[in-house]
Every structure is written in C-alpha cells, then in structure tokens.
C-alpha cells in the first residue's frame, strides 16, 4: 500500500488545516491508520489513529479537543482536520496504515507510511 500526504502549509496561529492521505489499494478500508508528527529535533510522535470502521478514534492529549481525524474508505482517504493550531503543532506530518484489527500508538506497529506534508503555525 502507498500512502500519498497533503495538504500541509503555513498558518497563523488560531487557524486550521485539513490534511488528507489517499491509499493506492483498497485494502485501506479493512486497515487502522493514524497520523503521527515529527517536530523539528525531536522523534515521531502520534498524534492519532482511527479504525477501520471508525468506531474507534484515539487521540494524543495535546491534540484533543482540537484535532479530528476521519476517513473514507469508499475514497481511500484519510483526513485530520486541524483546529485552533497552535506554533508547538509545526511539524511534519505523517500518515500510516496497518492491515487487521487492533489500533497502534507507536511507529513501528504501522506498516505503511506517507512521505510527510509539512504544517508551519507562526505566531
């Protein structure tokens, strides 16, 4: 499965982005996924995952309330969209994806990964 990022950009602090990903298979329906982030220095971290039913979504605390993350099987689309952004949220932003149950918070448990779209939020 190939996982293709976008939607990244600048924006002000207070704003919003929606970032999506588009898998290339249809297994994507049938697999977790989950955005995780890299900030400048630092490791990946997760951010949050979604099962393939979406009737399990998970979130890391410094995104709740903010972030919400969705799909579309039908599209093979993953989308997080991005609330209220804040400057510590400037980060690369990956997507990833496992085939089968269960939902990861911890990179290695995915599989498949997009290359990153970065999100700059300026003070």
């Known amino acids: 499965v190939q996982l293709q990022a976008s939607g990244g950009g600048l924006v002000p602090a207070g704003g919003s982005l929606r970032l999506s990903c588009t898998a290339s298979e249809d297994t994507f329906g049938t697999s977790a996924a989950a955005w995780f982030r890299q900030r400048p220095g630092k490791s990946r971290e997760f951010v949050a995952n979604?099962?393939?039913?979406?009737?399990?979504?998970n979130y890391a605390d410094g995104v709740k309330g903010r972030f919400t993350i969705s799909r579309d099987n039908a599209k093979k689309t993953l989308y997080l969209q991005m609330n209220r952004l804040k400057p510590e949220d400037t980060a690369t932003y990956y997507c990833?994806?496992?085939?089968?149950?269960?939902?990861?918070?911890?990179?290695?448990?995915?599989?498949?990964w997009g290359q990153g779209t970065l999100v700059t939020v300026s003070s």
């Open positions: 990833a994806a496992r085939d089968g149950g269960g939902l990861g918070v911890t990179p290695n448990w995915y599989d498949y």
């Open positions: 979604i099962s393939w039913g979406s009737s399990t979504r």
